[in-house]
């Protein structure tokens, strides 16, 4: 049988740290060093970005990311434009050895507004 995209990530969210927009923020206000990779694609970065993202593709996380993030103790919040992207993102990082992994489930306008 077939998955779907939406049982692919609904199994990605049961393994992974997801957070609302105000607890992302929280988490990025109160971490010593934390890092906020946006994991859509090059086109939409180029449209509209966050102040204090990294973009890193989601086809390139396995690739780039060891470069941003050395420590495997950095806290990363990884985001997209509706959240299942970013959730499989996390899930990748985690099992790349990443321990301080959260994906931010909300929309990319929701996290644009609180983030800038």
Do not use: W
């Amino acid at each position: 049988m077939i998955k779907t995209a939406g049982e692919i990530i609904k199994h990605a969210q049961s393994q992974i740290k997801c957070l609302d927009v105000a607890a992302a923020k929280e988490l990025f206000k109160q971490s010593h060093y934390a890092v906020i990779i946006d994991v859509r694609e090059a086109d939409s970065v180029a449209k509209s970005k966050l102040n204090e993202s990294v973009h890193i593709s989601r086809g390139l996380l396995e690739m780039k990311v060891p470069g941003q993030c050395p420590d495997p103790d950095t806290v990363i919040l990884t985001h997209c434009g509706g959240g299942g992207r970013a959730s499989l993102a996390a899930l990748t990082l985690q099992e790349m050895g990443y321990k301080n992994v959260y994906a931010i489930t909300a929309t990319f306008e929701e996290i644009k507004a609180e983030f800038g």
